[in-house]
């Protein structure tokens, strides 16, 4: 597709299947790069570029993850200061010993197609999630029972404190119009319907103009798929209103565009094997182990070494900031993992175990085993690649020496159990700790915990945190997992990640648009952006 007729094909797409979908759209509406000079001032179209296509749109299958699914409700949602609001319910009770929660359903909520949300809807959607076995871990869920049209009693197996955490990204489905395309065509009772999905091109959205909460500003959105080169160019030709770039390329100005650095928990580090190579494979058949990593002062030391606050202004211009563990700022953050950066620490680290510069070559040693492994990252993930680059700079000058290789998602997914990962994760909710280090989930094939760590003392406070019946004590285990005073997952303890930085979303927007109060933002390309969608609106 020529990078010239973009918005004309897009916008052509979107009008057709609009109209098609939910009648005319007025004269003159469409996105702020049309050549329509004509166009009124109270425009009600978006075009929105970002670099992540989801796989379903189906939330039982993970759509939403983390995030507001904007085509289905949800029972409770966030505020943006990540407490809980009622969506779908309109309250909630719990038993006191924390296992039967009974919710109260809304009496004006339809799904598109003119059919009431029902407790039956909710029951049939967290049991075909718990069934799914997919993003959404309800394990723990006994079932979910319809105790009439508006009434519906979950029972867990156990007190699970991440419940309403769950709940406020699993949008509801419904029981009479679901099938295996669901998740291609969902129909949904939230702020947007969908409308058509090109796969590897765009998706398009418009207005629920029946919506409970209140009919969008924004009535037609078209969301494309573009690697982070070409929305800068989109951006720059003026073909799209809002595009979700990276901070690598975030310092571009473009006349007509503001860019908006949007705060969010999505870090990026260096995951590392903890166990030894004796030629064990997964269950997969790819190969566990790194004879340099699984040292424990190996690990420490190239935590130590890195200057995070100079990785984040040089080789990410500023829009990003030092990270320390997965859910830095949050509530269940223990403060306690934040370390200084210390190169002369690091070396005394190497020195004692036993690391020596015996060559001269720069590179530590022992026994004859060079301090040298490989970092792979996913090609063309430019902030990956400066990130796991100028951490490998400012490693070497401690005699640690980090290879960095770009590979496809598929060798990465084959070489994480044995080699480094530029991974990233982050989430506004504190899931996940949970999966980052729970043993059981060591060595899957998910991407949680590639690296194989595994303690009973970890293990022991995620147990407690999980069965937590209050947020507060919850939080105190969720610490001890990090740092309990003597050992814990963070860098001054088994250091099973070194974590580097906390990325803004760089986000380049129209002049004239606003895209709300956005929540901070989980790991993400560009699909956290869009979970306040209808809160949009063209303001001038």
């Not at 009008?15 to 979908?21: D, E, I, R």
């Not at 002062?297 to 500023?318: F, K, M």
């Not at 990003?320 to 997965?326: G, L």
């Not at 990962?421 to 060591?442: C, K, Q």
Request: charged letters at 20%; proline letters at 5%; a negative charge.
């Amino acid at each position: 597709m020529k990078r010239k007729n973009l918005l004309v094909q897009f916008l052509a797409i979107l009008m057709a299947a609009a109209m098609t979908a939910c009648g005319n759209i007025p004269e003159g509406a469409g996105p702020s790069g049309s050549a329509n000079t004509n166009a009124p001032k109270e425009r009600d179209s978006v075009v929105i570029a970002i670099g992540s296509e989801p796989e379903t749109l189906d939330p039982t299958q993970g759509w939403g993850h983390g995030n507001a699914p904007i085509v289905q409700s949800t029972l409770v949602k966030y505020t943006s200061q990540l407490t809980f609001e009622n969506d779908l319910a309109t309250g909630y009770e719990l038993s006191p010993d924390g296992l039967v929660w009974t919710f109260t359903i809304r009496d004006n909520a339809f799904f598109t197609d003119g059919e009431k949300v029902t407790a039956s809807d909710v029951a049939f959607t967290l049991e075909t999630a718990k069934a799914a076995r997919g993003s959404v871990d309800l394990t723990y869920m006994e079932s979910a029972v319809a105790k009439d049209g508006a009434t519906v009693e979950i029972t867990l197996s156990q007190p699970t404190s991440i419940f309403l955490n769950t709940l406020a990204s699993v949008g509801i489905v419904p029981e009479h119009a679901y099938g295996e395309e669901y998740g291609r065509s969902p129909i949904g009772s939230g702020p947007y319907k969908f409308v058509e999905w090109k796969p590897q091109e765009q998706i398009l959205f418009t207005a629920n103009e029946d919506y409970y909460g209140g009919a969008p500003a924004i009535k037609n959105v078209a969301v494309v798929f573009m690697s982070e080169d070409a929305a800068l160019a989109a951006v720059q030709a003026g073909e799209v209103d809002v595009a979700y770039s990276s901070a690598t390329l975030g310092s571009t100005q473009v006349e007509g565009y503001r860019v908006e650095a949007i705060s969010s928990a999505d870090n990026r580090g260096f995951t590392l094997p903890v166990l030894p190579d004796e030629g064990k494979t997964t269950e997969s058949g790819n190969p566990v182990g790194n004879n340099v990593t699984c040292n424990l002062e190996i690990r420490q030391a190239a935590a130590y070494a890195i200057d995070r606050q100079q990785v984040a202004d040089v080789a990410l211009n500023g829009f990003a900031r030092p990270a320390y563990s997965e859910n830095d700022g949050m509530p269940w953050n223990n403060p306690q993992v934040k370390i200084d950066t210390d190169p002369d620490y690091a070396r005394r680290l190497l020195a004692d175990a036993g690391w020596s510069d015996t060559d001269g070559d720069g590179i530590v040693e022992k026994d004859g085993l060079k301090a040298e492994f490989t970092c792979v990252y996913p090609s063309g993930d430019s902030v990956r690649q400066a990130v796991a680059m100028a951490a490998a700079q400012q490693v070497e000058a401690v005699g640690i020496k980090i290879n960095v290789e770009g590979v496809s998602w598929d060798e990465l997914a084959r070489r994480m159990f044995s080699d480094a990962v530029m991974m990233g994760w982050g989430s506004s909710i504190p899931n996940e700790t949970y999966y980052l280090y729970r043993s059981e989930g060591a060595l899957l094939d998910d991407f949680y915990n590639p690296e194989g760590y595994q303690s009973e003392t970890t293990d022991s406070y995620l147990r407690a945190a999980m069965e937590a019946l209050t947020p507060e004590e919850a939080n105190e285990s969720w610490k001890k997992v990090q740092w309990d005073g003597t050992t814990g997952t963070a860098m001054q303890g088994e250091c099973p990640w070194v974590w580097i930085v906390n990325l803004d979303h760089v986000t380049y927007i129209r002049e004239g648009l606003s895209i709300g109060e956005q929540p901070l933002h989980g790991h993400g390309h560009g699909l956290p952006l869009i979970q306040n969608l209808q809160e949009w609106a063209w303001t001038a």
